[in-house]
């Protein structure tokens, strides 16, 4: 998967990466307190944990693979507690069927899905969702640049302005709005990282729904020990009413912190919008040391953000 940078300023975050990762990474201290992930396999007598799944977004789901061509097929009823023999990938899901694929910036375009191939889940070795074939409808080539797709007619696409398409006054002003949010936020638990100041690492302007500005950012702060480097990470989303100079109301907030091996951080593939009515949901991706999940925030009617539904980790 992509390495993680960090900047003082804010950039882009990187595409989804090439491997799918095992053992799941240390859980999220949130405002809206995720679950624990719980060890990839379980025995035949631990309890399943039921998925959370909006099934108004489909039975799977399609993240970017190695490549614009390949994706990886997610089943989104596979937790982490699902023990292995109860895996199982049904092909006729997902086998030589149409798509719509999202990026950032937006998405909708039509592309084809070929046969499903591969997948494995063994603890002892692999934990790899199946991938398949993406090409084009239009002419049968590899398709643009896209992070997630959807079954047709599944999800339709929200953009997401990236700070570095704005004027340079515009984007320092959004990068201290959101290290004020986050600075201003009470209960910071995290004593090691107090004192050390905020960095924006990864930041997007949207809007949710008519006259609300949104933004999403990923906000860093580092203790560089020599013998034990740490950061830490803060996923946070913010609205206020559009059009104005309002201080952001935090919408929701996730703390992960820890060394290289232990730390899971966050990026945004996606916005969409699932279901009728229409929930807003980002998309995101879980990156670990040797783990790797995708997770859906949803926002609320009183314009709170909840974590709706997380992946199954995976990996090698």
């Given at each position: ?36 992930p719980t060890p ?168 949710p729904v008519t ?106």
């Amino acid at each position: 998967m992509s390495a993680r940078g960090i900047l003082t300023c804010v950039i882009i975050a990187a595409s989804i990466g090439a491997c799918e990762r095992k053992a799941p990474a240390k859980p999220a201290d949130s405002v809206a307190q995720p679950p624990s992930p719980t060890p990839a396999i379980q025995s035949a007598h631990a309890p399943v944990t039921p998925s959370t799944w909006d099934t108004s977004a489909g039975p799977v789901m399609f993240v970017r693979g190695t490549s614009i061509s390949e994706a990886y097929v997610v089943f989104p009823t596979v937790t982490d507690s699902t023990p292995s023999d109860a895996v199982h990938f049904d092909s006729a899901l997902a086998r030589n069927t149409t798509v719509e694929l999202f990026q950032r910036a937006g998405g909708g375009d039509a592309a084809y899905i070929g046969a499903m191939a591969g997948g494995e889940w063994n603890a002892d070795q692999c934990i790899e969702w199946p991938a398949a074939k993406v090409q084009s409808v239009a002419n049968g080539d590899a398709t643009s640049g896209w992070n997630v797709a959807f079954l047709k007619g599944r999800a339709k696409a929200l953009a997401l302005d990236t700070v570095e398409s704005m004027a340079h006054a515009d984007s320092a002003k959004l990068a201290a709005d959101i290290t004020r949010l986050v600075s201003t936020v009470p209960n910071d638990t995290a004593r090691t990282f107090r004192g050390i100041p905020f960095s924006v690492r990864t930041a997007y302007r949207f809007t949710p729904v008519t006259g609300v500005e949104a933004v999403v950012a990923d906000v860093v702060r580092t203790l560089n020990q020599e013998a034990n480097p740490l950061e830490e990470h803060t996923l946070i989303v913010g609205e206020r009413p559009a059009g104005s100079n309002a201080p952001f109301r935090l919408a929701y907030r996730e703390v992960t912190a820890g060394s290289d091996e232990t730390l899971e951080s966050s990026d945004v593939l996606a916005a969409v919008a699932i279901g009728t009515p229409a929930r807003i949901n980002l998309v995101l991706a879980r990156e670990g040391y040797e783990s790797n999940a995708y997770a859906m925030l949803e926002r609320q009617a009183d314009g709170s953000w909840r974590l709706r539904w997380t992946s199954a980790h995976t990996g090698c």
